[in-house]
């Protein structure tokens, strides 16, 4: 543990002018002075028992805090031993005794009340719980700053860095959420003048073409028209404003992520964990116990259980085996999706309803997305069980790396399962169908769904909406109502109990009746963010309004977590951690991931590219007047396959000889049915724009990685400063030890020798 050795004497003559000036500016989210007092800052060292006269002990009761005293005594609980198991095994660790039913709990208590009959302001704090209700947990200051040097004080480095990274990417949100919202503006303001659209709500233009049936049978021939509504729908999220933003976004992503760093190393620095996990020796008490090899440590020469290479491939090597099979669960799951979607959207065009029918994409789309979204519920509860065992069973010795590699397997397993539709309808839906006269029956003999003479982007933009938002709004009840309905119950029995008995209900009696934080501590917090931060960058070219959402949610979130916290929860082990851990690698994953998607996605699912072809290279005027018929290829009806005929046509479409449909074919003629020079112009430029765009983002994420440090400059001199010190305190502490081996006969002279010599 690094303690008070030095006040910091580097802290003002490192802080820019402009930093200075705004920091006697007012602020509205600043926390009170009178409340909140801003900390001391000290250059710390490696405490030592023997050289405690070198650190700043204003108070031996108060010099070790809360959590760093509860984490010592958890230590020591963690390996205490307590019985030999049948095979003469040493049984440790407090946890262990709570699973064999000998105690019921263990956890350090609050320091008491989060409420009080008084005044924060009047009367000052009750105890550090109750500041952090009245500055952090209580919906009313949902607009202030975080006192993240009072919740590591409270809470430990590992929960303190989780909000401050969560405060962080909220902030970042502001413009990309801004920017989203402006798109989305533009569109709504735009769309009425959006020639293509018009012409398909025309009756008596493009509106007027005659469609091909979308599904065998009992599907019929269609008017353009009837996709008006529609037409205008994906108008609010596919137009001009989208492709600046996609690339805007994924800019936003590389400007996050570095400039997380630089805030991760202050972070990491003015808490003292900066080399916690190249320090991190501890093993953890499951691996002590489980594991009966022993060897000598290379680096320590110390004897430790160690897990020999044979086994380690039998263990890896069943959990990737078992890893793949779910996988391949999820992908069935995503199948079966796809087969209700065929079925259910030939169910609806079938239907003599016209409401029904001129909806049945919406439909399908939205009732799909549901059963997805449960589907996905479902596989997660089973497969975070099967990560768990798969994790424990891989013997990992260090708690860092049994959670980065738990992290790994649900992460994997969440991408997929959150993912696979979006992408299914974003990049694989209507591509392969075929076209009329040549279907593609390769899915169980059933002819695949089409797109939309529009496009499939607002089907990606349901599939969205639903997953996310309904996601956020589970997770916010799973961690918040659900956790106070418990609390309740059981603090009413307990009062009851009180008031019978006649006894007093004590501090950890009230901190017992509190819910539990879930074994896997923060893991489901992170998860739930970094799978937003996914919909927010990889998606974010079909719903421009992503960040938005995830802002909301997000100022929510972090009062709802801190409320949990600090009022819902038995207090947890003040747990020591270095930064994010694996999950800034997973963000930096996801990032260029989302770059090749959102390219991929205005190249080949809006019609972005195909409009600039027609209006660049085959408009008279650069318009788009004329783009639907330029966009849909005819066909004759008598070349239809057998199956494909449909049972009735409307009496009202007369006598129907050709029918529409999207695609860039030749007509009836010599070359019939192949593919029109347009569709290669249309597919080079729709490539061209792909190698541009992840080129133009590739370099510009370089430049701004070459332009902003890892490590702010106020922060590496600090760290130089501090490392000085601690070794020349650490020279001082030597000195003085070895200064009776002289004797006191030296001189000034002699006595600096011998120090030289030795060190």
């Known amino acids: 543990m690094k303690m008070p050795l030095l006040e910091n004497d580097m802290d003002e003559e490192l802080t820019g002018f402009v930093e200075h000036c705004f920091s006697y500016l007012p602020s509205p989210f600043e926390l009170s002075k009178d409340i909140i007092q801003d900390e001391p800052n000290y250059f710390t060292a490696p405490f030592n028992r023997e050289r405690v006269d070198q650190f700043i002990i204003k108070d031996k009761d108060t010099f070790f805090t809360n959590a760093q005293r509860s984490r010592i005594v958890y230590e020591i609980l963690a390996r205490t031993w307590f019985e030999h198991d049948k095979k003469g095994k040493k049984r440790i660790g407090v946890s262990n005794m709570v699973n064999n039913g000998s105690y019921t709990a263990a956890f350090p208590l609050h320091d008491g009340r989060y409420l009080s009959e008084h005044s ?37 480095e590992k929960i303190a860095i989780y909000f401050a990274w969560l405060g962080y990417y909220t902030s970042a949100l502001f413009p990309a959420a801004a920017l989203g919202l402006a798109v989305f503006i533009f569109g709504l303001a735009t769309f009425m003048d959006d020639k293509p659209s018009n012409d398909i709500c025309d009756p008596n233009g493009a509106g007027n073409f005659t469609m091909c049936p979308l599904c065998d049978g009992r599907c019929t021939y269609w008017k353009l028209e009837s996709s008006c509504r529609y037409s205008r729908a994906t108008y609010l999220f596919d137009n001009y404003g989208t492709m600046i933003f996609a690339v805007v976004m994924a800019l936003w992503a590389s400007f996050f992520q570095e400039f997380w760093k630089r805030k991760q190393h202050e972070l990491e620095y003015d808490w003292d964990c900066a080399d916690f996990e190249s320090e991190e020796e501890t093993l953890r008490p499951e691996f002590e116990a489980a594991i009966s090899n022993r060897r000598t440590h290379p680096v320590t020469k110390r004897e430790e259980p160690f897990v020999p290479s044979y086994s380690k491939c039998i263990r890896y090597g069943t959990t990737l085996g078992i890893i793949v099979f779910f996988l391949c669960v999820v992908l069935a799951a995503v199948f079966g999706v796809i087969l209700y979607r065929v079925v259910i959207s030939g169910v609806l065009y079938a239907s003599t309803d016209g409401v029904i029918k001129s909806r049945a994409t919406i439909i399908a789309s939205v009732t799909a997305a549901c059963i997805n979204f449960v589907i996905i519920l479902i596989l997660n509860f089973v497969y975070g069980r099967i990560a768990l065992f798969l994790t424990d069973l891989e013997q990992h010795r260090t708690q860092t790396e049994w959670e980065d590699a738990f992290t790994f397997k649900m992460f994997l397993f969440q991408f997929v399962n959150y993912y696979s539709t979006v992408v299914y309808i974003a990049f694989f839906k209507g591509k392969f169908v075929g076209r009329p006269g040549d279907y593609n029956y390769s899915l169980l003999d059933k002819r695949q769904e089409e797109c939309d003479p529009a496009g499939c982007l607002i089907e990606v933009c349901i599939q969205l909406g639903i997953i996310m938002v309904g996601k956020q709004a589970l997770n916010n009840f799973k961690e918040i109502l659900l956790p106070k309905i418990m609390v309740w119950f059981k603090s009413r029995k307990a009062k009851n109990e009180e008031k019978k008995e006649d006894i007093v209900y004590s501090r950890w ?102 409009k600039m072809v027609y209006r660049y290279a085959h408009s008279e005027n650069e318009s788009l007047e004329g783009y639907m018929n330029y966009s849909l290829s005819v066909f004759n009806v008598a070349d239809f396959q057998k199956k494909s005929i449909p049972s009735e046509i409307p009496p009202e479409l007369g006598n129907v000889t050709q029918c529409r449909f999207r695609g860039f074919y030749e007509p009836a003629g010599p070359h019939e049915y192949q593919f029109t020079m347009a569709y290669w112009e249309v597919l080079a430029a729709r490539l061209a724009f792909i190698v541009v765009f992840e080129n133009l983002v590739v370099f510009l994420t370089w430049l701004v990685m070459y332009l902003v440090p890892d490590i702010p400059y106020k922060v590496k001199m600090q760290m130089l400063r501090e490392n000085f010190l601690s070794k020349e305190a650490l020279y001082r502490a030597e000195s003085i030890k070895l200064s009776p081996m002289r004797g006191g006969g030296g001189t000034d002279n002699d006595t600096n020798v011998t120090d030289r010599t030795i060190f």
Do not use: C
Not at 136 to 144: D, F, N, S
């Open 509 to 610: 009696e009230q901190d017992y009746n509190l819910a539990d934080q879930p074994k896997m501590g923060l893991f489901d917090e992170y998860l739930e963010m970094v799978i937003q931060y996914g919909f927010v960058t990889i998606f974010v070219a079909a719903f421009p309004l992503a960040p938005l959402f995830a802002l909301l949610n997000n100022i929510i979130e972090i009062r709802l977590d801190a409320y949990k916290f600090v009022t819902q929860w038995k207090r947890p082990m003040a747990a020591r951690a270095q930064d994010i851990g694996i999950w800034f690698g997973i963000l930096r994953g996801i990032s260029a991931v989302a770059v090749i998607t959102n390219a991929a996605i205005i190249a080949f699912t809006a019609e972005f590219i195909p």
């Open 120 to 156: 924060i302001l009047a009367s000052g704090k009750d105890n550090d719980r109750h500041l952090l209700y009245e500055t952090w947990a209580k919906p009313g200051v949902w607009y202030k700053y975080q006192p993240l040097d009072h919740v590591r004080t409270y809470f430990g």
